[in-house]
């Protein structure tokens, strides 16, 4: 039987990781330093049932990193977000945001649909492909699945799996 553990016990965990990954990240040198642990958020597969932790790993108002960790604690992956090398090009650590999910599906999506649900932060296929996911239902009942995803966002029925290519 998996033990899984709390997010306490995922905090102490990362934090621990860390300190061990922080040169191993790919990051620059004065990122690498400075780049602290933000609160891990649960990431949940399409149909709601959790699947990994996702560690983000910020500087001042940027993603700069993450460490993805197994339900019971075991490192998973780890890396950086995005290739660039000044810490104004990496994404806004507000992408992680359910507020910020919540506004930007509504604005791309909100006339469309009678009834947006909030959103989730799921993996769209791979787990390494996450989004956070509203479901939509039009006027006409169709029940579509709402992403946002760094920026861009996208749509598909319920049930049509993810294509190949996306993001």
Same mark, same amino acid.
């Given at each position: ?23 191993? +990240? #790919? $990051?620059? =040198?004065?990122?690498?330093?400075? !780049? &602290?642990?933000? @609160?891990?958020?649960?990431?949940? %597969? ?22 993805? +960790? #197994? $339900?019971? =604690?075991?490192?998973?992956?780890? !890396? &950086?977000?995005? @290739?660039?090398?000044?810490?104004? %090009? ?78």
């Amino acid at each position: 039987m998996i033990k899984k553990v709390d997010q306490a016990e995922i905090e102490r965990v990362a934090d621990g990781l860390l300190d061990t990954l922080r040169g191993e +990240l #790919g $990051l620059p =040198g004065i990122i690498a330093e400075r !780049g &602290r642990r933000e @609160q891990p958020m649960l990431v949940k %597969d399409l149909e709601g049932n959790p699947s990994y932790w996702l560690v983000p790993i910020a500087l001042e108002d940027r993603l700069v990193g993450f460490l993805r +960790l #197994g $339900l019971e =604690g075991d490192l998973l992956a780890y !890396g &950086r977000f995005g @290739q660039v090398r000044q810490l104004e %090009d990496f994404p806004p650590l507000s992408y992680l945001s359910e507020e910020t999910a919540d506004r930007e599906i509504r604005k791309a999506f909100d006339d469309s649909y009678e009834e947006i649900s909030p959103p989730q932060l799921v993996h769209d296929g791979p787990v390494d492909r996450i989004a956070w996911l509203s479901r939509g239902r039009s006027v006409d009942g169709t029940r579509v699945l709402l992403f946002w995803t760094f920026g861009t966002s996208y749509s598909r029925p319920e049930g049509e799996e993810p294509g190949y290519g996306l993001l």
